[in-house]
T-cell receptor, first 113, second 116 residues
Framework: QKEVEQNSGPLSVPEGAIASLNCTYS??????FFWYRQYSGKSPELIMS????GDKEDGRFTAQLNKASQYVSLLIRDSQPSDSATYLC?????????????FGKGTLLTVNP | GAVVSQHPSWVICKSGTSVKIECRSL??????MFWYRQFPKQSLMLMAT?????????EQGVEKDKFLINHASLTLSTLTVTSAHPEDSSFYIC????????????FGPGTRLTVT
């Protein structure tokens, strides 16, 4: 089982709709979770972090965490064409003495005008 | 805040030569820096983790003698690709985290390396 899994997509939504991006992780002891956005040809950009069960909202973005189900999601409300990018889920797995994050392979989101 | 720069943004070099890439945290002290490589349409691959003043920890399969990493200060890490080959052509991205128990990584803009 892969440590951090995401549907590769592409996920296609119309402009103005809600885009829902999902991520599951295998390490039950994980405590820190992040969503990054990566435009084609660019480096990743941190958009959300979440540490506690429940929802965390920041503008049009909402991160949702369910540790019991080992599931973290990102909702993008009122999707815009400029949201078209690859979204990477990253998890700090428990154990170990380093600070590295484990990334999923990313979900490609396309928002159609 | 949390701005990371990289230099150069792109570089072309001849096979057999060495190339140095710099990564700087501009507005925070980076206790840990990371180096990633990304081939077209593929996912991020962590190459190594470096802590200021310590030797880098390389991921399995990454040649430490080929990819030299130096993290000499809390704001600067360098990656040197030695004896570059065309298969080393890739997008190299650094990231940095600040001190304490926070795990957020802030990425630099990346360096596109082409080896001819």
């Amino acid at each position: 089982q892969k440590e951090v899994e995401q549907n590769s997509g592409p996920l296609s939504v119309p402009e103005g709709a809600i885009a829902s991006l999902n991520c599951t992780y295998s390490d039950r002891g994980s405590q820190s979770f992040f969503w990054y956005r990566q435009y084609s040809g660019k480096s990743p950009e941190l958009i959300m972090s979440i540490y506690s069960n429940g929802d965390k909202e920041d503008g049009r973005f909402t991160a949702q965490l369910n540790k019991a189900s080992q599931y973290v999601s990102l909702l993008i409300r009122d999707s815009q064409p400029s949201d078209s990018a690859t979204y990477l889920c990253a998890v700090k797995l428990s154990g170990g003495s380093n600070y590295k994050l484990t990334f999923g392979k990313g979900t490609l989101l396309t928002v159609n005008p | 805040g949390a701005v990371v720069s990289q230099h150069p943004s792109w570089v072309i070099c001849k096979s057999g030569t060495s190339v140095k890439i710099e990564c700087r945290s501009l507005d925070f002290q980076a206790t840990t820096m990371f180096w990633y490589r990304q081939f077209p349409k593929q996912s991020l691959m962590l190459m190594a983790t470096s802590n200021e003043g310590s030797k880098a920890t390389y991921e399995q399969g990454v040649e430490k003698d080929k990819f030299l990493i130096n993290h000499a200060s809390l704001t600067l890490s360098t990656l040197t690709v030695t004896s570059a080959h065309p298969e080393d052509s890739s997008f190299y991205i650094c990231s940095a985290r600040s001190s304490g128990n926070r795990y957020e990584q802030y990425f630099g803009p990346g360096t596109r390396l082409t080896v001819t």
